[in-house]
């Protein structure tokens, strides 16, 4: 489902993009049969996981949703809806979203290359988790750039405060979120990451209008989500077309665009301010 660029129709439709559960996609809470600890709503905010993300998002973290996702239910563009599991404790899901087989399907280095990210950017992951991103996103932006990783768990928030002093990210910090709102000023970012989370977030046109708010003139969001045929993700029924997340970005103002890299398990949708010149 990772095809060629391409724009998509107006008819298209959309459902995509920021951190909340930004890795071995949506896991059960390690060490448990079930999702014990993490049932309800992420983070106790309204059984919806928006603004994460995380697959991360966070986040829910950007890995470790496969399992975690089972059993959940809400309402999206499959009638599905949203996934609802929390992830509190950071630690917990370092196993599952930092795991070195990430790595393999996640390809991050291509992720950062589809974002198209100049040094001094400044950058939002949203539903970041427990940081897989942030050590990427560092290096791209450069010394003289910023990187926010947002969740709406305050313990992702922790981890990652820490994860950035201990790693010496000094471009790195991190900030709890709302479920419905990005909590992003207008026009204060460059690029908005959201890796295994849109999936999580409970009207997304809507969401995604926030997202362009938050956006510079040549600003950008990138929506990283499992296909259809993915081994790993949220259950069939929670999982969202690229051409279903195309429309929920335009919805929100945004031009959609579905882009090369080859992602064994996911598509990249990137959707660019309406108004902005052509990609740099």
């Known amino acids: 489902m990772h095809r060629r660029p391409r724009p998509f129709a107006s008819g298209a439709a959309l459902a995509a993009l920021l951190t909340g559960c930004s890795a071995t996609p949506d896991a059960a809470a390690p060490g448990s049969g079930a999702h014990a600890g993490h049932a309800g709503e992420h983070a106790g905010h309204h059984g919806e996981h928006a603004g994460h993300h995380g697959e991360h998002a966070g986040h829910a973290g950007h890995a470790g949703h496969a399992r975690a996702h089972a059993g959940h239910h809400g309402g999206d563009a499959h009638g599905a809806g949203p996934l609802v599991h929390r992830f509190e404790r950071a630690e917990d899901w370092v196993p599952e979203f930092e795991g070195p087989e990430r790595d393999a399907w996640q390809k991050p280095a291509d992720v950062i290359a589809a974002m198209r990210i100049a040094p001094g950017m400044r950058v939002a992951d949203l539903g970041a988790g427990t940081g897989y991103f942030l050590p990427h996103l560092s290096r791209a932006v450069g010394p003289t750039g910023a990187v926010v990783g947002l969740d709406i768990e305050r313990d992702m928030v922790r981890y990652m405060t820490e994860r950035a002093a201990r790693e010496r990210l000094a471009n790195v910090t991190a900030r709890q979120v709302g479920p419905a709102d990005p909590g992003l000023d207008p026009g204060s970012v460059d690029r908005i990451l959201v890796v295994n989370t849109w999936h ?51 919805a929100g103002g945004l031009s959609p665009e579905v882009v090369a890299e080859d992602l064994p398990d996911q598509y990249i949708v990137v959707g660019r301010r309406a108004d902005a010149g052509p990609a740099r």
């Not at 999580?200 to 600003?219: F, M, T, V």
């Not at 969001?221 to 077309?241: L, N, S, Y």
């Open 200 to 250: 999580h977030i409970p009207d997304r046109p809507a969401y995604a209008a926030k997202l362009r708010a938050a956006l510079r003139p040549d600003g950008a969001v990138v929506v990283v989500d499992f296909t259809d045929t993915a081994p790993h993700g949220p259950p069939k029924e929670h999982r969202i077309a690229p051409e279903a997340v195309a429309a929920e970005l335009r």
